[in-house]
């Protein structure tokens, strides 16, 4: 299994060690949670991030609390763990990949009826952990497919940041660039800053120049021009949640790079794992955008950049109508038009070997 040596979460006995991604790049630190609250304040701060990864993070939070469930029978057990995961997936509220992965985790209470406290304990931690290796499998298979829609020497523009960072290693769309760069190391991507917590310019220009991978910071408005002056070639982006229809939440601006690139004629792609994807949301209107604290807008690194008093929305995320999407890249293929019908697909497929 290959690594990217970017590893945002991993288990160090019971503790969930997190790096943490706030104060990257410039400083290296591990966050040691012992606690599920520690992991959801985590993931609420964005000291974990990512879809993929914060998905791992409610799976280990699930297994630290179940640990911690004093009950005298598997019954009382079930029913403090169901309250205990309600509260995990409450962390954030847009990603798929979080409820997904709780639920992953639940159901092996349901799947297991005569295993006692213990027992169920153990599998639950056992879980957690091969949900964050599976991760690790998706992801790499993604690179693999996605790999196929990058021409030779290609200017790729990615956004946010879908790289090892946002996944259990590797990443979605910094995947895809990965596996596509070991092929052709002619390639060349284009990185906006990602505005306003800057994933951009902190995360994915710290990962493709860790990777050693040609590269170029641009901030978020300059990406029309770029692509008018005929210098991207193609647009890889992350997910967190895909509806059925394959309308697609990701990080807000991916809908305004989407429109962009519409009318530029350049492919637009999503990269993400089958748990991205909502089968019973039917399309993008009912995905819940998450709203964060306005002092993300008006501060930058604490200091204020705004007149004092200036009220400011801050949407962390926006939907991009399956119109404006060119093909979205999963572990088990590329799913193409009519989509509503290639997720269904895709979504009956078996797990890549």
């Not at 290296?28 to 991030?49: F, G, S």
């Not at 957690?128 to 993604?142: F, G, K, P, V």
């Not at 647009?235 to 949640?241: F, H, L, P, S, T």
């Not at 939440?249 to 809908?255: D, R």
């Amino acid at each position: 299994m290959s690594s990217s040596r970017l590893r945002p979460i991993w288990w160090d006995g019971d503790a969930v060690m997190i790096l943490d991604q706030r104060l990257l790049p410039h400083k290296n630190k591990v966050l040691r949670c012992t606690t599920v609250d520690e992991v959801i304040r985590a993931i609420k701060t964005m000291a974990i991030r990512g879809a993929p990864a914060v998905g791992i993070a409610g799976a280990m939070a699930a297994a630290l609390g179940a640990r911690r469930i004093a009950a005298a029978d598997v019954r009382t057990f079930v029913r403090k763990f169901s309250r205990l995961c309600e509260r995990i997936r409450a962390a954030r509220p847009t990603g798929n990949n979080l409820r997904w992965a709780v639920d992953a985790v639940f159901a092996v209470v349901v799947e297991n009826p005569g295993v006692d406290v213990p027992g169920l304990q153990h599998l639950i931690r056992e879980k957690s952990q091969a949900i964050l290796e599976e991760d690790i499998r998706t992801n790499e298979a993604i690179g693999r497919y996605g790999a196929e829609v990058i021409p030779k020497g290609a200017r790729i523009l990615t956004y946010c940041n879908a790289g090892a960072l946002a996944t259990g290693d590797y990443g979605t769309a910094l995947g895809v660039i990965r596996a596509a760069f070991a092929a052709d190391p002619s390639l060349h991507v284009t990185c906006c800053e990602t505005r306003p917590f800057l994933q951009g310019s902190r995360l994915t220009a710290y990962e493709l120049m860790t990777e050693k991978i040609p590269c170029a910071l641009i901030t978020d408005n300059a990406a029309g021009s770029l692509m008018r002056r005929k210098e991207i070639d193609v647009v890889i982006v992350g997910a967190d949640r895909i509806a059925a229809n394959g309308d697609t939440a990701n990080k807000i601006g991916t809908y305004t790079l989407a429109v962009l690139a519409q009318a530029n004629g350049v492919p637009f792609y999503v990269a993400a794992p089958r748990s991205t994807i909502d089968p019973l949301l039917p399309n993008g209107s009912g995905i819940p955008i998450e709203e964060r604290d306005p002092k993300e807008v008006t501060h930058f690194y604490g200091r204020l950049v705004a007149p004092r008093g200036m009220k400011a929305t801050n949407p962390a995320f926006d939907v991009t109508p399956n119109r404006y999407i060119t093909g979205i890249i999963t572990e088990v293929g590329i799913i193409r038009k009519p989509f509503m019908r290639g997720i269904r697909r895709a979504l009956e497929a078996p797990p890549p070997a």
